[in-house]
């Protein structure tokens, strides 16, 4: 004999825990499975620890998607204000700080207890390290509602349902267990998946590149960052193995394999114009010596390599001094790869939400089969939109499963 529950959620992360908290409390018998050891483990990853629960400037066009207006519903109805709400419900204390990012001032930890209590207060039930074996798509039965739709199969045994949430998350990070279980759960009812790939990532080099800038590693500025598709405005690192910070993951999520990435690493700076102006001011003084005032000594020396450096700014024609403000405005590179899923913070791609409910995260041609979260094809900038997606794709589908 099968167990029987209402609902049963593949997955206790981010958006399963939300989506079984929701269904839960409309009275759903929920059962949450997942093949890890313990919930939420990339929640407690998130924010280095101090969880980046979700950010006050959440819009559509800060999501990346094959259909781009997917997410503008859910977002919609359980909104970032929504979620802070029941963060301040538990007193749990928190900080903002740029772009809008809001931090817990503790522990990610606090955010994880939160979604676990309002799963007990709801009588969700949790099972882990429970790999799901096999999922079957039950007999349909004319004119009876709410009728038993899919059998789970398990180690332990079988589990029937009305109502399957997939809820896996995407492909990156697989050592914190991260798997294609969803999208291969799609794959079985016949929807497309958009081919994944990862965001957020840094970026390696082409090898003679890794060469010239290893002497970098450590070096951290601000910088705009442009691909073709995009452009950020943040923090540049330069590291052993590449290109990192803030802005090198914004750009990484819109950069395709081949592509050259524009470097300005003085865009608070028109540098020709500054330069104008100490051929003037300051004309004996030597130009990189200028420059050392605006950046780092070792960046200063890669990007005057085959420049005039070490002669006065004051002898220098007009097109050394463009030449000289290219180097630092339109500094082209192109990158090598990504640092792959290993070192990912999100999955680019996933199940095509084409196929897929916007208002009920019900997949269109499959009754009671849902997805939310990261395994769909739905992926946010850097800064709590991804955790926040988790919430408002949750919260949506625990209103219909």
Known sequence: MADVFDVVIIGAGASGLMCAARAGNREKKVLVLDHGPKPGQKILMSGGGRCNFTNKLIRADHFISSNPHFCKSAISRYTSRDFITLVDTYGISHEERSHGQLFCTGSASQILDMLLTECRKAKVRITMNTPVKKIER??????????LQFRV????????????VVATGGVTLP???????????????????VLPRPGLVPFTLQPKDKTLLQPLAGISVDAKVSCPLAVFNE?????????????????????????????????????????????????KKFLKSLLYE?????????RLANSPGDRPIGELSQ?????????????????GGTEGNRTAEVTVGGVDCNHISSKTMEARTISGLFFIGEVLDVTGWLGGYNLQWAWSSGFCAGQYV
């Open 319 to 335: 097109d050394q001094l463009r030449q000289t403000a290219s180097a630092f405005h339109e500094w082209q590179i192109k990158p």
């Open 138 to 147: 039950l007999p349909s039965k004319a004119n009876v509602k709410e009728v």
């Open 153 to 164: 199969h398990t180690e332990s045994g079988k589990i029937d349902t009305k109502s399957l």
């Open 235 to 283: 923090k540049l690192l330069f590291t052993h193995r590449g290109l990192s910070g803030p802005v090198i993951l914004q750009i990484s999520s819109y950069w395709q394999p081949g592509q050259t990435i524009t470097i300005d690493l003085l865009p608070f700076n028109n540098l020709i114009e500054t330069l104008k102006n100490k051929q003037v001011s300051q004309s």
């Open 175 to 193: 050592g914190v267990g991260a798997t294609p279980f969803g999208y291969q759960v799609a794959e079985q009812f016949a929807i497309p998946v």
């Open 294 to 302: 605006l950046l780092p000594k070792r960046l200063v020396d890669v």
